[in-house]
């Protein structure tokens, strides 16, 4: 997909372009870099970076590898190997484009520039090459007048691209949830099988103590010394509710393990017959540190309106993205709201308002007839201005500041939705909330 895309881009550009793997394989090639190189497309592509030119293996494949390790053009300097004469000496220009996974390695973008004189010339230093150059960039000019929509297409693949990568980090962050997951399961079980015969292990010690105190009701001193300094009245009472709250314990993480061994099927993308309630369950479970009190807020409660619905043919994982995206933006909004007004109300004040007006999010779920299944997520923060509604499921659209969102949360939960042939939707007022609705056919 990325060798496509680069080779639509480059046979446009004059520059000598290549596609290379941190261990010098050639992927692709424009023309401009097969005349460089004296040899054809066929000729280059599959074979070694190191076979075309002079420099040794050694510093070809280091400068290949700091390149993949950068986003920034890394300068360089290539000599192509001529069949007579002295090699072309080249100045390179290389940085990453697709990072090293475990099936391939990185593959970087090299630009080339052919070098005389010792000297790196620069197109944009000579009057003559300066000349060529503009003849060239309206040649390219008139190419491009016809070539905006494929341009606009390659746009969009690259847009689907990033939303893909997206989705292959949620679904490697659902291996590790179900690694972990599996990991405190073992454990757990074992604790709370064994809590059982603990407990009864208790009762029949308890028995015995019992009848010795019935059959010996004068014990000698020393045992009624050690059962002063014991206390033992207090540990036959402790002691059960202490088994007790292990017990619910061991319950709690139980259900801590089930829900992320549910958020862990992030990684399916077969469609199933699911309970939507189990992954709303599962998601709120994930996001519960985020929802109790903390110095952003004063804690958001959850109001659950589940209505009766039957299962729903869907995929599970790419459904729990959906719920994740929407319940991380609405405690982000209700966390937003909480700062505005603090930060506008006096601090002796604030904690009446936090308690009149406290953080809410309501998930409400029904059946809208035979056919379809509705869930409505909605928070009381501030709301979505709005003269951009009709922007939030853009690509790369947000109102976060720089750095704490990507813009492709909700485009992305459009994306999932649309593919179940699903719809989604928005409503939002400064006054009440946000509200986000989702219909779902019931049936694959």
């Known amino acids: 997909m990325i060798r496509d895309q680069f080779l639509k881009f480059a046979q446009l550009l004059p520059e000598p372009l290549l596609l290379v793997t941190s261990a010098g394989e050639i992927l692709a090639v424009n023309q401009p870099a097969a005349r460089l190189f004296n040899k054809t497309n066929k000729a280059l592509i599959g074979q070694c970076l190191t076979e075309f030119v002079t420099d040794s293996s050694e510093k070809v494949i280091d400068y290949l590898r700091a390149c993949s390790q950068s986003r920034q053009m890394i300068l360089g300097a290539l000599t192509i190997h001529q069949a007579q004469g002295e ?7 290389g940085s990453l484009i697709e990072p090293r996974s475990p099936e391939s390695p990185a593959i970087n973008l090299l630009r080339l520039e052919k070098r005389t004189s010792d000297q790196f010339v620069m197109l944009n230093q000579k009057n003559h090459a300066l000349s060529k150059e503009i003849q060239q960039r309206q040649r390219i000019q008139a190419e491009l007048a016809q070539s905006n929509e494929t341009l606009r297409q390659t746009l969009l693949k690259l847009q689907n691209a990033l939303e893909v990568v997206q989705t292959e980090k949620m679904s490697g ?17 074992f604790i709370h099988g064994n809590l059982t015969y603990a407990s009864e292990y208790y009762d029949d010690l308890l028995k015995l103590i019992q ?15 050690e059962i002063e300094t014991l206390e033992l009245d207090f540990i036959q009472q402790d002691i059960k509710q202490l088994l007790q709250s292990m017990r619910t314990g061991s319950e709690r993480i139980s259900e801590i393990v089930k829900s992320l061994r549910n958020f862990s099927r992030l990684d399916e993308a077969t469609f199933k017959e699911v309970d939507i309630h189990e992954g709303l369950e599962s998601a709120l479970m994930i996001l519960q540190s985020r929802l109790n009190p903390s110095k952003r807020h004063s804690g958001i409660e959850v109001i659950r309106e589940y209505g009766e619905l039957p299962l729903v043919c869907c995929s599970p994982g790419q459904l729990n993205q959906v719920f994740m995206n929407l319940l991380n933006n609405a405690i982000d909004a209700l966390e937003e709201a909480e700062r505005v007004r603090s930060s506008t109300t006096d601090r ?24 379809y299944i509705a869930i409505f997520i909605k928070d009381n923060g501030n709301g979505i201005p709005t003269q951009i509604h009709n922007q939030i499921f853009n690509p790369f659209f947000t109102t976060k500041p ?15 939705i649309d593919s179940h042939d699903g719809r989604i939707n928005v409503i939002s007022d400064p006054a009440w909330g946000t509200e986000f609705s989702i219909e779902l056919p019931i049936n694959c």
């Open 87 to 93: 090699g072309i000496a080249c100045r390179s220009q």
């Open 173 to 189: 962050l659902g291996h590790l949830v179900a690694g972990i997951a599996h990991e405190i399961n073992n454990p757990i079980s």
């Open 211 to 225: 009848l010795y105190q019935q059959e010996y009701p004068n014990p000698s001193l020393v045992i009624q010394q």
């Open 348 to 371: 002796k004040s604030s904690p009446e308002i936090m308690h009149n007006d406290p953080s809410r999010i309501w998930i409400r779920t029904q059946k809208l007839n035979d056919r």
């Open 402 to 416: 720089v750095g704490k969102g990507t813009g492709l949360g909700l485009s992305i939960c459009y994306q999932i």
